[in-house]
């Protein structure tokens, strides 16, 4: 490949001609940090060297404006209840020990704006950058989770972009042979021009094959292999996903990434036996800011410099100016580090998968990163200046305005149902709405079982998957954010995200271990916003001390807004917990006759930001319900130690629509009908009915108690002093519910409201 080097914007020339004008404003930087690229370099920057800073600064890969607030997540301990991380923050992916040798990464991201521009590729592109995240770490990947949150279900471009959506994280899935085991799907005006696309994978490795993104060796080779480089994603990080949206969409629509999934699975098995053969040093994805972040990075965590030749890249498209090589995101790229006599060996592993590999550049003895066009050198940077050392901001923080009367319309003068009628309407239509109705329109397009190893899957609480196949050892995923509660009050809000999480994963039985946050916000120039950001961060901190769980890793997607209309804070939590056996998971149903049903927890009358009162009223208002995160932890305790004993058959956790929706998911799961009673607790609790239906207090959980195990169980709930009730019986002979002395609701009745609502939306 060749380029005219009078064409070349060249460091020397760059030295010479000082004044030349340059897009950098068009790049999304800034003018104060155009003046500092120039004062670290001494002169104006290459045309490539401008967009290397560009897109390596960028708000989506520099976290300047958030690293002042996520500092405070590197003073958590670094243990878990199981021993240590392996590797944590600052990596491609968190890597925690889950015992026998054994360990796991996982990390969930965004990608939010490119599946808005492009609903399919925006989508699949992000299930197969997350991908890569995990295999950079040495580890196979064995599953995918998939939070989505979309505006009006009835809106126009919901129509748009939702199926599109969902056919890419299912269609790049799928093709790679990946299970897709938990997520979210959610609606709300506030995700109208911003839908939200988080992406998590989950690997597994074994200690030894850990790996760790570093170029280090004098004289070592950098390979780049995998598909070829082309235009699409170009400026993805630093204008589309840096920059709001105005009301006609985003003014600055780069090409988004175009995916290939089965180029990605060769890849996955091609990077497997390159770590087998034992013949790689470090390694790096390439994702957002593609060749500028990889060679930035590699040199930047290495002992030395690095020389890069970027005509040596293989190329889709020979138009290509260096600058757009380096920006580009092109999809199913890694970058390597090998030694010279191991080179062959690589080269012949990657020719057997017939996985295209060239070596584009030496770790060299240097401290610069230097890559040149043929014989001009075009970029000479020191690379923790673009990978690390970006601007940091504190941005200013204002509690907004707005929240104290927010806070104050509590919805005390909202009717409420009384009747049992009534209420049996409001359960019926609590379970056609469109957070709570049946979701497997959306998730029967994403293959649950491939490879076998998926031990629990949506709908229940928290997706299982095993690890180990001799042993039975395996892990719990659960993400979960409720954003009205954020949006009241995004210090609590955080926490209770944190909270669901933590609490689906233990009522399937595992042991909750690691912390991976994906952090949804609008403009980080909005003081408003910026105050809802260091709440939620700071909520999302004490969360974590005091639950003993350390944050591994995650992102911060900013600029989810339109024009001045921000969504709600959203800061999705993924809880990762661990299982001995996946032989002994705990479903969110019931099946056996006979088996009681029993509340764990305590019920206040706690409706602000509730599923009934944003789906009976259209209200939002009030306060969050109350964090108590010991009793959270005596809980999480309790159902993991039932299950491990086998003194419970079923668990499902009390969230949104609270008891009323978990009485009818966990009849509706296998079928099996409930006698239920709630005198008992609403005397005990101060309550009406109404109130223990439809409160979501947390700190809750039902769980289905065989007649035999009845005694030990409430003995060790009673040991603890945590609040227990026996509630109800199954008896597989009751067509549905039976409240009894209030209303009675047939299986065909729950069924149909839960059942109908998203194929009549989207089935056409």
């Known amino acids: 490949m060749s380029a005219s080097t009078s064409q070349l914007d060249t460091v020397e020339r760059a030295a010479a001609s000082s004044d030349t004008p340059q897009p950098w404003a068009e790049l999304g930087l800034g003018e104060d940090e ?23 600064w960028s708000e989506h890969c520099s976290y300047k404006s958030s690293k002042v607030h996520l500092r405070r997540f590197g003073d958590l301990p670094a243990e878990t209840p199981l021993g240590k991380q392996l590797a944590g923050i600052g990596e491609n992916a968190g890597v925690i020990d889950i015992g026998q040798g054994w360990a796991v990464t996982f990390k969930v991201e965004s990608h939010n704006h490119p599946s808005y521009v492009e609903p399919y ?127 006609e969409g985003v003014g600055k629509r780069p090409a988004v990434q175009v995916g290939d999934p089965f180029a990605e699975k060769v890849l996955i098995e091609c990077c497997l036996d390159l770590y087998a053969a034992e013949v790689v040093e470090g390694i790096q994805d390439l994702g957002g800011a593609g060749l500028s972040c990889a060679t930035s990075e590699l040199a930047s965590a290495g002992d030395g410099g ?11 498209d020979a138009t290509l100016r260096p600058e757009e090589v380096l920006m580009s995101e092109s999809q199913e790229r890694m970058m390597a580090v090998v030694t010279p006599d191991r080179l062959d060996e690589f080269m012949a592993i990657a020719d057997r998968w017939d996985v295209e590999a060239t070596v584009v550049g030496e770790v060299t003895d240097g401290t610069n990163l230097q890559i040149h066009w043929g014989d001009e050198l075009i970029v000479d940077v020191p ?39 009534d209420l049996k309407a409001t359960l019926l239509q609590l379970l056609a709405s469109p957070n709570l109705c049946d979701k497997s329109w959306v998730t029967d397009q994403y293959d649950r079982y491939v490879r076998g190893n998926t031990a629990l899957a949506m709908p229940d609480d928290a997706g299982v998957v095993r690890v180990d196949e001799e042993t039975g050892l395996g892990v719990a995923l659960s993400t979960d954010c409720n954003s009205r509660f954020a949006k009241l009050d995004p210090y609590a809000g955080a926490q209770l995200a944190l909270a669901e999480s933590y609490r689906n994963v233990a009522t399937a039985g595992a042991t909750p271990l690691a912390v991976s946050d994906c952090l949804n916000f609008g403009s980080p120039e909005d003081p408003g916003v910026m105050w809802e950001f260091s709440e939620a961060v700071r909520g999302l901190y004490d969360g974590c001390l005091a639950l003993g769980i350390p ?36 479903p969110s149903g019931w099946k056996a006759p006979g088996q009681m049903l029993y509340l764990l927890g305590r019920t206040a009358s706690e409706i602000g930001g509730s599923t009934w009162a944003d789906v009976v009223h259209g209200h939002l208002g009030g306060l969050p319900p109350a964090v108590e995160l010991g009793l959270e932890r005596e809980l999480g305790e309790i159902l993991v130690n039932a299950s491990r004993d086998g003194l419970i058959d079923a668990a499902h956790d009390l969230s949104d629509g609270g008891l009323a929706i978990a009485l009818a998911e966990g009849t509706m799961r296998y079928g099996a009908g409930a006698r239920v009673w709630l005198d008992e607790v609403c005397e005990r609790d101060g309550i009406d009915v109404f109130t223990a239906l439809f409160s979501e207090s947390a700190a809750r959980a039902v769980v ?53 609502t998203l194929p009549a939306a989207f089935a056409h």
């Open 34 to 56: 155009y003046a500092r690229i120039r004062e670290i370099l001494g002169r104006r920057p290459t045309s490539a060297e401008l967009a290397m800073y560009s897109v390596m």
């Open 121 to 247: 590729q925006g989508a699949a592109t992000g299930v197969g950058g997350i991908v890569r995240d995990i295999m950079a770490m040495g580890a196979r990947p064995i599953a995918v989770m998939d939070p989505l949150r979309f505006g009006a279900i009835d809106h126009p471009d919901t129509q748009r972009v939702l199926p599109g959506i969902v056919a890419g994280v299912g269609g790049y899935g799928n093709c790679l042979g990946l299970p897709n085991i938990g997520g979210e799907v959610v609606f709300d005006p506030c995700y109208q021009g911003n839908p939200l696309v988080n992406a998590l994978c989950v690997g597994a490795l074994r200690h030894e094959n850990l790996h760790l993104a570093k170029a280090t060796g004098t004289g070592n080779l950098v390979v780049l292999f995998g598909a070829k480089t082309g235009g699409d994603g170009i400026g993805g990080v630093s204008v589309l996903a840096s920059e709001t949206f105005d009301d």
């Open 306 to 316: 690095m020389r890069v030749w970027l005509d040596r890249v293989p190329l889709r």
């Open 383 to 421: 690379p923790r200046s673009v990978a690390h050392d970006g601007p940091v901001y504190e941005r200013p923080l204002e509690r907004p305005a707005y929240l104290d009367g927010l806070q104050a319309d509590d919805g005390a003068r909202l009717s409420r149902p009384s009747t049992p009628q």
């Open 551 to 586: 944050v591994t890793g995650g992102n911060v997607s900013f600029y989810n807004q339109t024009g001045e209309t921000a969504i709600h804070p959203t800061p999705v939590v993924a809880v990762l917990g661990v299982m001995d056996d996946v032989a002994r998971r705990t």
């Open 704 to 756: 289905a108690v065989p007649r035999s195990e009845e005694v030990r169980f409430t003995d060790m709930c009673s040991a603890r002093g945590f609040a227990h009730a026996r509630i109800g019986v199954v008896d597989d002979e009751l067509d549905g519910i039976e409240l009894q002395g209030r209303f009675s609701v047939t299986l065909e009745e729950l069924r149909h409201a839960h059942t109908g």
